[in-house]
């Protein structure tokens, strides 16, 4: 069975920088799309950042700059870099990638189990 395992989370003082990994297993990341999610208590659950097949990039506007996905093909492993941390990246962090389906790519189809990044001012 296909799994995204995320490992990195935590708390830290605003301005600090922490970095999310989501490992896959049993599953290995094609050229489709794979992202990063973040849900804060209350809120819907916002897409921060997305890799393409062709490996270019968005970031949400709030995150820009400050953010940074990455994908390690090595290790089958995607990264998310998180610099300059403000209270208000408090949330759970979500990785999801897309899976080939014919004729190009799913929607996402496997999701990590979240890591909370708690962030104080």
């Known amino acids: 069975q296909p799994q995204l395992v995320v490992s990195g989370g935590g708390s830290v003082q605003a301005g600090g920088s922490l970095k999310l990994s989501c490992a896959a297993s049993?599953?290995?990341?094609?050229?489709?799309?794979k992202a990063w999610y973040r849900q804060a208590p209350g809120k819907e659950r916002e897409l921060v950042a997305i890799?393409?097949?062709?490996?270019?990039?968005a970031y949400t506007h709030s995150v820009e700059g400050r953010f940074t996905i990455s994908l390690d093909n090595s290790k089958n492993t995607l990264y998310l870099q998180m610099n300059s941390l403000k209270p208000e990246d408090t949330a759970m962090y979500y990785c999801?990638?897309?899976?080939?389906?014919?004729?190009?790519?799913?929607?996402?189809?496997?999701w990590g189990q979240g890591t909370q990044v708690t962030v104080s001012s």
């Open positions: 049993d599953f290995v990341f094609h050229d489709c799309a």
């Open positions: 999801a990638a897309a899976d080939r389906q014919w004729p190009g790519c799913s929607a996402y189809k496997y």
């Open positions: 890799i393409n097949s062709d490996t270019t990039t």
